[in-house]
């Protein structure tokens, strides 16, 4: 595991995030999915975002992502989708006809947070800092 640092922060925050093209449309494939991967690798490093894995499929996209911790998954997903939908479909003349309303992508996503720290270890760590008694999910250290 690979901690990052900012300028006041350590961090290792990870998200498992797809979405889908609007209807499921299979036009991911050849220069626009090539086009896509580059869009998306520049939209992510614009925003100090690191793409630890990625995929294309012809009609959705996987991508495991490190984000600094002043950004949501929410913000991110938008600012990818957002940016990549507009760029391809003024590159792609094509993709204009075929998703009308300017909208290249499905209106949701799928995201997971991801570690290598499970939640049982968490609650084992934060459990043996101090015994105050059973039931007690909340201790004070003093």
């Given at each position: 595991m690979e901690y990052r640092r900012g300028s006041h922060t350590v961090y290792n925050i990870?998200?498992?995030?797809?979405w889908v093209t609007k209807y499921r449309y299979a036009v991911l494939a050849g220069e626009v999915a090539q086009r896509?991967?580059?869009?998306i690798r520049q939209t992510c490093a614009r925003r100090e975002i690191t793409i630890?894995?990625?995929?294309?499929?012809r009609d959705h996209i996987h991508l495991l992502i490190s984000c600094p911790p002043t950004m949501s998954p929410a913000s991110v997903v938008q600012y990818i989708k957002g940016r990549s939908s507009k760029m391809l479909q003024e590159e792609f003349p094509h993709l204009q006809k075929k998703f009308w309303g300017q909208h290249?992508?499905?209106?949701?996503?799928?995201?997971?947070?991801?570690?290598?720290?499970?939640?049982?270890?968490?609650?084992?760590?934060?459990?043996?800092?101090?015994?105050e008694g059973p039931g007690d999910a909340f201790k004070i250290h003093e």
């Open positions: 990870e998200y498992h995030v797809v896509a991967r580059e869009l630890v894995r990625g995929s294309i499929s290249l992508w499905a209106r949701g996503y799928f995201c997971a947070t991801v570690g290598a720290v499970t939640e049982e270890m968490i609650k084992e760590y934060v459990e043996n800092q101090l015994d």
